[in-house]
């Protein structure tokens, strides 16, 4: 058994694949993916280091990463972008356990809820933007429908929840969009729990929120954990929500980044890039966790 897994990886009929024909399978697309990808971090580098032949710049200098790092608005971008992409995570992931939780018995009886929860996992974050757009507006479909009823005095009195300061619209979307995604993780380990651990805390007298507390958050809490990171990550290098619904000061990283790459003063491209290779630094940092995270669930459970 050890000098099959040793020789290959086994296949669904137990049969391993020896470990040259899974190079020539994976080889290709691995191939593929990791010139676009590397190649395309690399050439970021150089360009935000000023590498620019066809412009005159052969030099590298890292004067457009030190103008981002002095520029007084880097803070208050990273904090916005931090602000946004760590409360829409916390709000899913709490709302995610609670359905969870609720969904676990049902789900195990029926393929509707999870049929249910895959819906907005299809629909596209840029649909559910404009949507917010048309719905949440003070010149919305939600303001009128109010005015119209005579709950509101006019529709322009409707609370700002798109453009505002505190990017309710934007958090909106992302904790809709991604509270199926949780909820989904947390039900997969939910079901396999089974209920012989809370049989036996009820049996030792442990009342509901001390079986939740000391037998349930232990075991969902590294998927949690997990599947928050992976939410983190999206949400804090998404560009087309933020666009769309946050405001034109300050800006989310990803946009300030769009925005002065897009700029009509092409010298101007490096700093943007610059950005660009910040966010994605810490999107691996975050993705980088998220798979600890996961290799240490999978290494506790082999010990098992």
Same mark, same amino acid.
């Given at each position: 058994?050890?000098?099959?897994?040793?020789?290959?990886?086994?296949?669904?009929?137990?049969?391993?694949?020896?470990?040259?024909?899974? #190079?020539?399978? &994976?080889?290709? @697309?691995?191939? =593929?993916?990791? %010139? /676009?990808?590397?190649? $395309? +971090? *690399?050439?970021?580098? !150089?360009?935000?280091?000023?590498?620019?032949?066809?412009?005159?710049?052969?030099?590298?200098?890292?004067?457009?990463?030190?103008?981002?790092?002095?520029?007084?608005?880097?803070?208050?971008?990273?904090?916005?972008?931090?602000?946004?992409?760590?409360?829409?995570?916390?709000?899913?992931?709490?709302?995610?356990?609670?359905?969870?939780?609720?969904?676990?018995?049902?789900?195990?009886?029926?393929?509707?809820?999870?049929?249910?929860?895959?819906?907005?996992?299809? #629909?596209?974050? &840029?649909?559910? @933007?404009?949507? =917010?757009?048309? %719905? /949440?507006?003070?010149? $919305? +479909? *939600?303001?009128?429908? !109010?005015?119209?009823?005579?709950?509101?005095?006019?529709?322009?009195?409707?609370?700002?929840?798109?453009?505002?300061?505190?990017?309710?619209?934007?958090?909106?979307?992302?904790?809709?969009?991604?509270?199926?995604?949780?909820?989904?993780?947390?039900?997969?380990?939910?079901?396999?729990?089974?209920?012989?651990?809370?049989?036996?805390?009820?049996?030792?007298?442990?009342?509901?929120?001390?079986?939740?507390?000391?037998?349930?958050?232990?075991?969902?809490?590294? #998927?949690?954990?997990?599947?928050?990171?992976?939410?983190?990550?999206?949400?804090?290098?998404?560009?087309?929500?933020?666009?769309?619904?946050?405001?034109?000061?300050?800006?989310?990283?990803?946009?300030?980044?769009?925005?002065?790459?897009?700029?009509?003063?092409?010298?101007?491209?490096?700093?943007?890039?610059?950005?660009?290779?910040?966010?994605?630094?810490?999107?691996?940092?975050?993705?980088?966790?998220?798979?600890?995270?996961?290799?240490?669930?999978?290494?506790?459970?082999?010990?098992?």
């Amino acid at each position: 058994m050890n000098g099959s897994r040793a020789s290959g990886t086994a296949v669904p009929d137990g049969r391993p694949v020896p470990a040259g024909r899974l #190079v020539i399978l &994976l080889g290709p @697309a691995v191939l =593929v993916v990791g %010139l /676009l990808f590397v190649g $395309g +971090l *690399v050439l970021g580098v !150089l360009q935000a280091l000023g590498y620019a032949p066809g412009q005159g710049a052969a030099s590298l200098t890292v004067e457009h990463f030190r103008r981002v790092l002095v520029d007084p608005e880097l803070f208050t971008s990273f904090a916005l972008t931090f602000y946004i992409a760590a409360t829409s995570t916390i709000i899913a992931g709490l709302v995610s356990v609670a359905l969870a939780l609720t969904l676990v018995s049902l789900e195990s009886r029926s393929r509707m809820v999870s049929f249910l929860l895959q819906i907005p996992l299809t #629909v596209p974050h &840029l649909v559910i @933007a404009i949507a =917010v757009l048309f %719905l /949440l507006t003070p010149s $919305g +479909l *939600v303001a009128r429908a !109010l005015s119209s009823l005579g709950l509101l005095a006019e529709a322009a009195s409707f609370p700002l929840l798109v453009n505002d300061r505190f990017g309710i619209g934007i958090l909106a979307v992302y904790v809709w969009k991604e509270i199926p995604f949780i909820t989904l993780m947390l039900l997969a380990v939910l079901k396999n729990m089974g209920k012989e651990l809370l049989e036996a805390g009820a049996t030792l007298r442990a009342n509901a929120r001390q079986r939740f507390f000391h037998i349930t958050l232990p075991i969902i809490t590294p #998927v949690l954990a997990a599947s928050g990171l992976i939410v983190f990550a999206f949400t804090f290098g998404a560009f087309e929500v933020p666009y769309l619904l946050g405001r034109t000061h300050p800006l989310l990283l990803p946009v300030w980044s769009y925005r002065t790459y897009s700029d009509i003063d092409l010298l101007a491209r490096p700093e943007g890039i610059a950005i660009g290779l910040l966010i994605a630094a810490i999107i691996i940092i975050a993705v980088g966790c998220s798979q600890m995270v996961l290799t240490l669930v999978r290494y506790r459970e082999g010990e098992r």
